[in-house]
C-alpha cells in the first residue's frame, strides 16, 4: 500500500520529537501547511548544521592527537637506541673490568707484590667504577624517558579510541538527522531545494592580493551541494568552503567555523572588504564568505547548493580577516 502524505507524517513523529521538534497541530488538516514544515525544516538544520560543527571540532582534536602520537613516535626510536648505546657500555665495562685485572678487582689487589703497581690497579679500578657509576646513571634515566614515553603513547592511543568513538556515534546521528530532513523535503518540495542557484549575482570589481583569489574561489564553487565534513572539491560544508577558499591564498584554517574565528584577527562590520570571513549565532555554528554588497557565499545547510545570500539573513556574531 503506498505511503499518503498524512502517513509520512506521522511515522516522522518519533524522529521529530527526538529533535526536539512537535509534529503539527493544525486543525482539521490532514498536514501542515508547507510554511508550517518550513519552519521545522529551519529549526532541523539548525540542529543539524550544530552537530555538523561539533564532529568537525572533534575531527580536528583527533587530528592534533595524531601529529601528537606521530611526534612522540618520532622520539620513541632515538630513546631506544640510547638505551641500548648505554646498555653495550655497561656490557663493555664489565667486560673491560677483568681484561684489566685478570681474575676482578679484589684479587688484582692483593696480587700487586708492589706498591706503585697496588697504586696504579687502584686508580685503574676507581677509574672503572666511575665510569660504571655513571653509565648505571645514564641507563636508568634513558630508561625512564623510555618508559614515560611510552606511557604517554598509551594514554594518547586510548584517547584517539575514545574520540573515534565519539565521532562514530555523531556521524550516525547526524546521518539520521538527514535522513529524516530528506523525508520531510519530498512531503513539502518534492525532493527540490527550497532556494536556487544565486547565479544572476554579479563578481565584484577586481580585487587584487589574496582577497580576491578567494572570492573568485569561492564564486566558482556557486552551485556545488552541501554535504556535511566535506572540504571541496566537489562539495562543502559552511567551514570546509572557507578552509578550502582561504588555501587557495595560502592560508590555513581549522575545519571549524568556532575554531576559524579564533584562529584571526576579529574586525568591524564597517572595515569588512571581501574576502573576510561572516561568523553567525553563538556559540558560532556557521560561517561565510563575505564578497561585497552587504552579501556572502555559503554552504547554507543540508540539501542546499552554495550560494549567495545577505549576511542579515542570520544572527551575526562576528567578522574575520585571515592573516
Not at 18 to 43: F, H, M, Q, V, Y
Not at 142 to 166: D, G, H, I, P
Not at 243 to 253: D, F, I, K, P, S
Request: with cysteine.
Amino acid at each position: 500500500m503506498p505511503l499518503t502524505p498524512r502517513k509520512i507524517i506521522v511515522a516522522l513523529v518519533p524522529v521529530l520529537l527526538l529533535l526536539g521538534l512537535s509534529p503539527a497541530p493544525a486543525a482539521g488538516a490532514d498536514r501542515p501547511t508547507a510554511a508550517e514544515l518550513d519552519k521545522r525544516i529551519t529549526a532541523a538544520s539548525r540542529q543539524l548544521e550544530v552537530l555538523v560543527e561539533q564532529y568537525n571540532n572533534s575531527r580536528e582534536d583527533l587530528n592534533a592527537t595524531r601529529m601528537q602520537t606521530k611526534h612522540l613516535g618520532g622520539r620513541l626510536g632515538p630513546m631506544t637506541r640510547e638505551l641500548n648505546q648505554q646498555q653495550e657500555v655497561m656490557a663493555d665495562l664489565a667486560s673491560r673490568t677483568y681484561q684489566r685485572t685478570r681474575n676482578g678487582p679484589t684479587v688484582a689487589l692483593f696480587a700487586a707484590d708492589q706498591p706503585q703497581l697496588f697504586v696504579d690497579k687502584l686508580l685503574v679500578l676507581h677509574q672503572l667504577a666511575t665510569s660504571e657509576q655513571r653509565a648505571v646513571a645514564e641507563l636508568r634515566a634513558a630508561r625512564s624517558k623510555v618508559v614515560q614515553t611510552r606511557k604517554m603513547l598509551n594514554a594518547l592511543a586510548a584517547q584517539q579510541r575514545r574520540q573515534q568513538f565519539q565521532l562514530r556515534a555523531r556521524k550516525a546521528t547526524v546521518e539520521g538527522e538527514i535522513g529524516a530532513l530528506k523525508q520531510m523535503r519530498a512531503i513539502a518540495y518534492g525532493g527540490g531545494s527550497r532556494y536556487g542557484v544565486s547565479s544572476d549575482v554579479p563578481m565584484p570589481d577586481f580585487i587584487p592580493g589574496r582577497a580576491g583569489r578567494v572570492v573568485a574561489f569561492a564564486f566558482a564553487q556557486l552551485g556545488k551541494p552541501y554535504r556535511w565534513g566535506a572540504a571541496g572539491p566537489n562539495s562543502y560544508d559552511c567551514s570546509g568552503l572557507t578552509l578550502a577558499a582561504w588555501n587557495t591564498a595560502g592560508v590555513g584554517l581549522p575545519h571549524n567555523a568556532a575554531r576559524q574565528y579564533g584562529s584571526m584577527a576579529h574586525i568591524s562590520r564597517s572595515d569588512l572588504r571581501p574576502g573576510d570571513l561572516v561568523f553567525f549565532y553563538g556559540p558560532i555554528s556557521h560561517v561565510g564568505v563575505y564578497i561585497g554588497g552587504g552579501n556572502m557565499i555559503h554552504a547554507p545547510e543540508y540539501g542546499e547548493n552554495v550560494r549567495v545570500s545577505s549576511i542579515d539573513t542570520q544572527p551575526i556574531h562576528g567578522f574575520g580577516r585571515p592573516g
